[in-house]
C-alpha cells in the first residue's frame, strides 16, 4: 500500500504571490502544444500554418480551455456548490476543470478562429488533435498533486492512501488517465498523422481514443461528488460524456475513409 506524498499545492512563494501547481501544469501544456505545433508545421507545408498562426491558435485555444473547462465543471459537475459559493468559480488555481467542457469550449474557439483564418474547421482540427493529449497529461498530473479525483477502493498491491480522503487504498486512477488520455492517445495520435489522412480521420480518431480510455478509466475512478455520482446502469457523467464522443469519432472515421486523402 502507497501514501500520497500531498504536496504542497504552491509550487513557489514569491512574497505575496503564490505559484500553484495547477497552474505550471497548464503552462507546460500550452508550452508542448507550441513545441510540437512547430514540428508537425515543420511536415506539411501549408501556406497559411505558420509559427505566428500557431501562437494566434493557441490563444484561442487558450480561452476554450479556460472558460469552456471552469464552465463544465460547475454545470455538469458541481452546480450546487458553485452556486453556492460563486466566487470558487474563479478559482482556477485549486483545481476543478472538466474535459468535456474544456473540449466543447474549444471546438466553439476553433470554430470562430478557423473562420477568421478562412481555413476549413475540420482540417484545422485535424492539425490540433495530435497536440492535444500531452497538455491532458500535464493536467492529470495536477489532479494527482492537488490530491484530487482519486480513485475508487481497491485492493492491488499500488492501491494509494489519499490522506483527505480516507484511510483507505485507492486506485491512483489520475495517474491512470495520465497513460491513457496522455501517453498512449499521444502516441497513437502522432503515428497516425505522421502520414497524409483523408480530412476529418485524425480528429475522428482523436475523439474515438479519449472516449474509450474515459471510458474505461472511469471504472476505477470515484464517482464525482457533485449531484450525479453513478448514474443509470452504474455508468458515471464522465462516462455518459465520453460515449457520444466514441460514436460521433467512429462516424467521423466511417465517412472521411471514404473520401481521398
Do not use: C
Not at 107 to 136: E, H, K, S, Y
Not at 181 to 197: H, T
Not at 199 to 210: E, R
Amino acid at each position: 500500500m502507497l501514501v500520497h506524498p500531498q504536496f504542497d499545492p504552491v509550487a513557489i512563494h514569491l512574497g505575496p504571490l503564490a505559484i500553484h501547481w495547477y497552474g505550471l501544469m497548464y503552462l507546460a501544456g500550452f508550452l508542448t502544444f507550441l513545441w510540437l505545433g512547430r514540428k508537425r508545421i515543420a511536415t506539411l507545408n501549408h501556406p497559411l500554418i505558420d509559427a505566428k498562426f500557431l501562437d494566434d491558435l493557441l490563444f484561442y485555444g487558450v480561452l476554450g480551455v479556460i472558460l469552456g473547462g471552469r464552465l463544465g465543471e460547475v454545470l455538469f459537475y458541481n452546480p450546487g456548490y458553485y452556486f453556492s459559493h460563486p466566487l470558487k468559480i474563479l478559482a482556477v488555481w485549486e483545481g476543478g476543470m472538466s474535459f468535456h467542457g474544456g473540449f466543447l469550449g474549444v471546438l466553439i474557439a476553433m470554430a470562430w478562429f478557423a473562420r477568421r483564418q478562412r481555413l476549413p474547421w475540420l482540417q484545422l482540427m485535424d492539425f490540433i488533435a495530435p497536440l492535444v493529449p500531452p497538455g491532458l497529461a500535464f493536467g492529470r498530473l495536477g489532479n494527482f498533486i492537488n490530491s484530487e479525483l482519486w480513485g475508487r477502493p481497491t485492493d492491488v498491491p499500488w492501491g494509494m492512501v489519499f490522506p483527505n480522503a480516507d484511510n483507505l487504498p485507492r486506485h491512483p486512477s489520475q495517474l491512470y488517465e495520465f497513460a491513457l488520455e496522455g501517453v498512449a492517445l499521444f502516441i497513437l495520435l502522432w503515428l497516425y498523422s505522421r502520414k497524409p489522412r483523408p480530412v476529418g480521420a485524425v480528429s475522428g480518431l482523436f475523439l474515438v481514443g479519449y472516449g474509450s480510455f474515459r471510458f474505461l478509466a472511469e471504472f476505477t475512478r470515484n464517482p464525482d461528488d457533485g449531484i450525479f455520482g453513478l448514474m443509470t446502469f452504474g455508468v458515471s457523467m464522465g462516462q455518459w460524456l465520453s460515449l457520444p464522443m466514441v460514436i460521433a469519432g467512429a462516424l467521423m472515421m466511417s465517412t472521411s475513409l471514404r473520401r481521398p486523402t
